[in-house]
Each structure stands twice: as C-alpha cells, then as structure tokens.
C-alpha cells in the first residue's frame, strides 16, 4: 500500500522525522518542503543516500504544490526562543507562520491527515483549527505524546519493566502546566500502589514512588536535553512516527494527543491532551476517563493557561 507523507520544516525536527520515516516501511513518498530550499535539498541528499540499503522509497524535495495527494502532512515549521524573548512574542511569531503555511498546504492537500508539531503545539494546533478551514477530525497536535514517552521512561527505569508494561499518561499542555492522573496509571491493569505491593510480596524489592519527582522529570527532561545539546528531536521524531503509523493503521489506538475541546470535562474551545481515539479516518473522539478531583482541576488550570495565551495573540 502506498503512503506518501509530507513534512513542512526541514530544520532539527523536520529533517529528523523525514530520516526516521525513511528507515520504516512505512511512507513510500516522502516529501520535505522549506523556505530554505537549500537546506530542504541538502537533508534530502543526505537522507536519500542512505536509502540504498533497503526496500526502493521516494525521498525529495519540494514547494506547497507537490503535497498533492498526501497522506499525512506533518508541521514542523517554526522559530526558537530567542534570549530575552517572551513566551507571548515567541506564540504569535510561530501563530504567524502557521497563518501563512495553513493556506498553501491545505489547498494542495485538503483530504491529508494534519500533524502538528510545531510549538507551542496546543496554541499552534487550535489556530491552524480555525483557520484551515478543515474538518476538525483531520487535525492532530502531536500534544503530550512526547511527555507520556518520557513518563513511561522514568516509570520503566523505576520498576525495573517494559515500557510496554506501563499505562501511564501526561494530560493537559504540552509545557508547564501538564500532569499526570496518577488515579489511573497501571502496570498492566494493576494500579501502581498494589502493584508495589505485590511486588513485594513476591520477594522482589520496588523502591517507594517519588511522584512529584516522576513528574518533575517528565515536565522538566526537555529543558535539560536542550541545555545539554541544544534541541530535542530524536525522541520526537520517533513518537510522531508511531503516530504516523498508528493513522495509518487498519486498528485505532488510544493516545495523548492535543485536539479541540467539546465540553468534554466541562472545557470548550481549547486544545489540549486527553486519551483521544483516533485512526486511519483522524479523530474519533475522546476517551473520558474518570478524573478525580483534583486531576479535574489541573486540567482545568492547564486549560486556563493556554487560553490566557490565546487570549494576547494576534489570529
């Protein structure tokens, strides 16, 4: 089956997924699109030279009007925080991008499957809603996926098991304001707690659960990978691929991904993470699991924040 995928940005991130997508059978097109068509040439050549060693893929280069026919297109485009530069300034820099993207790319692929990675993901992902003009159910931010990967991590390292094993998720913003609903993390249906429990019943010793910690790592490790080397783009580019192939999947999976709001534990017109169904036809809804009362109201406060911000841009 065939599958042409299209990435808008060919910086870290961008150029990043376009390399991890050629490694997969997954796209047998891919095409990688930038205002810097140099840099877009470059990164193709590169990537598409090391694409002799497995089965034939078409790896190029582009403008807005070769993404006819996408599958997926996934935006990546945007700028960094500069020194001294406000989380606002920085918000309507990007929103300002996306403004001028979302009409070229929608008129050349109005039936494709939209990722958005660009950040701030939640507020990138809620304009390009507006403004696209296209059915909600075809626009994915990739959310809180990254941050649910990194808690899984921490938790796996934790209790010595598969990430596999783990049913952990981070719900709300991608950034400051996200948290975990520990009142439904599980090591394969069995609740944390009771899970250390009979751990230790079985002679096999788990360390107490510092969840502020968990949390703080999970929240925080983005910070620090990008104070060690500069950017992060290996582990985001992997979950964007899993998405990927989870939209191009015959099965729809549950995930933590950013999508808008219907009143759906009582919030309205705001994108943000949840347990989201989504498939081969985008998304299918929310899955809304019970939140205790104080996980409502992070949620709620993750929320508030996003629409402060929303509230200063320029759309």
């Not at 696209?132 to 990967?149: F, K, M, N, W, Y």
Request: net charge negative; proline share 3%.
């Amino acid at each position: 089956m065939s599958c042409k995928i299209t990435i808008i940005g060919a910086g870290s991130v961008g150029s990043t997924i376009a390399y991890t997508l050629s490694n997969e059978n997954l796209a047998t097109e891919i095409v990688l699109i930038d205002i810097n068509k140099k840099k877009a040439d470059g990164e193709v050549m590169d990537i598409l030279q090391g694409t002799s060693f497995r089965d034939p893929i078409s790896v190029e280069s582009g403008d807005y009007a070769d993404a006819k026919d996408s599958d997926i297109v996934i935006i990546t485009s945007g700028l960094a925080r500069k020194p001294g530069q406000t989380r606002i300034e920085l918000t309507q820099a990007n929103v300002d991008i996306i403004k001028s993207v979302a009409p070229e790319i929608t008129k050349a692929a109005p039936n494709a499957l939209y990722v958005i990675v660009s950040n701030p993901v939640d507020i990138i992902t809620h304009v390009f809603t507006k403004i696209s003009g296209l059915p909600e159910r075809q626009i994915i931010g990739s959310g809180t996926l990254l941050d649910t990967a990194r808690l899984r991590v921490a938790l796996s390292e934790h209790f010595d098991i598969a990430q596999k094993n783990i049913h952990a998720y981070v719900f709300g913003e991608h950034g400051d304001s996200s948290f975990v609903p520990w009142s439904c993390a599980q090591v394969s249906g069995v609740m944390l707690d009771e899970y250390i429990a009979l751990s230790k019943a079985a002679g096999r010793e788990v360390p107490r659960l510092d969840r502020e910690a968990i949390e703080e790592y999970t929240r925080k490790s983005g910070g620090t990978i990008i104070a060690n080397k500069g950017a992060t783009f290996y582990a985001v580019s992997a979950s964007v691929v899993r998405l990927c192939k989870v939209l191009m999947s015959t099965n729809n999976s549950i995930v933590t991904v950013s999508t808008m709001m219907h009143g759906e534990y009582d919030l309205e017109d705001v994108c943000l993470s949840t347990l989201t169904l989504i498939g081969p036809k985008g998304v299918y809804g929310k899955v809304p699991v019970k939140l205790n009362d104080e996980e409502y109201k992070k949620l709620h406060n993750s929320a508030d924040m996003l629409k402060s911000v929303i509230s200063q841009i320029t759309l």
